[in-house]
């Protein structure tokens, strides 16, 4: 397929330009990392596709003019198959968000919408058919502005939950875990106001969230989140909700 010269594709074959660049956005514009990026056989068709993106350039944080970008791995490389442009993505998560037994493809997106004309970040679900992404849900917002997000299953479950990181007043955070209801995402808990997360990342079935007084994991217990700090310098294990 056609290269529109992309500087960068991430998170495979990402070279060290590329990681200095992400680390030098703005955290608060563009999440942290790809670093949980996977690939999967997202049809079932015994071929991992390998999801990823570009970008262009930097503005104002933001990555701008990139491409969501499918391969599949031929002769030991990866060879872009799809790929789905104008969307200026920042974060790809793949998980199957409405239980149905096939991953979907959620990509953040800094885009304007038709009903809300400004830039902002977006959730896009997409399938894969074997071709091509398939939009599944659009979305033009969660309930408020987010900076980041992360898919991961938080309960027992066949719904991969999308959890959050979103604006709340005066510069504090909220994290709110939503799931898939039929046509798009319900928030089923939320956390905060806190200040200082930055990031959020899922690990081993638990989603943790950067602050600058430590480290938190949040669980969810019978649909109440339990959001625990975990890792402070020599102050062990303290639970804050
Ligand atoms: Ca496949
Ligand atoms: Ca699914």
């Not at 309930?143 to 479950?157: A, E, I, K, P, Y």
């Not at 969810?220 to 625990?228: D, I, S």
């Amino acid at each position: 397929m056609a290269n529109r010269g992309s500087r960068s594709t991430f998170p495979f074959g990402v070279g060290l330009k590329a990681v200095l660049l992400v680390a030098t956005l703005a955290p608060a514009a563009v999440a942290a990392s790809c670093s949980n990026y996977r690939a999967f056989d997202l049809d079932g068709d015994g071929t991992a596709e390998y999801v990823s993106f570009t970008y262009n350039r930097v503005a104002g944080g933001h990555p701008m003019g990139g491409d969501i970008v499918v391969s599949h791995k031929i002769n030991g490389r990866l060879k872009p198959v799809w790929r789905q442009r104008g969307l200026n993505p920042w974060k790809i998560e793949i998980g199957d968000v409405d239980g149905d037994g096939r991953k979907e493809v959620v990509a953040g997106v800094w885009k304007k919408s038709r009903y809300d004309p400004v830039f902002a970040n977006r959730p896009f679900v997409y399938s894969w058919n074997g071709k091509r992404l398939i939009p599944r849900w659009l979305g033009s917002r969660l309930s408020r502005r987010f900076t980041d997000f992360v898919l991961c299953q938080l309960d027992r479950g066949n719904k991969t939950e999308l959890i959050a990181l979103e604006e709340a007043p005066r510069g504090a955070k909220y994290v709110t875990v939503y799931r898939w209801r039929a046509f798009g995402f319900d928030g089923v808990g939320r956390v905060g106001p806190i200040t200082g997360v930055r990031s959020l990342q899922s690990k081993n079935g638990q989603v943790l969230a950067e602050t600058g007084q430590g480290l938190y994991s949040l669980k969810l217990v019978k649909e109440k989140l339990k959001f625990t700090l975990i890792s402070e310098a020599g102050n062990g294990r303290a639970s804050v909700r």
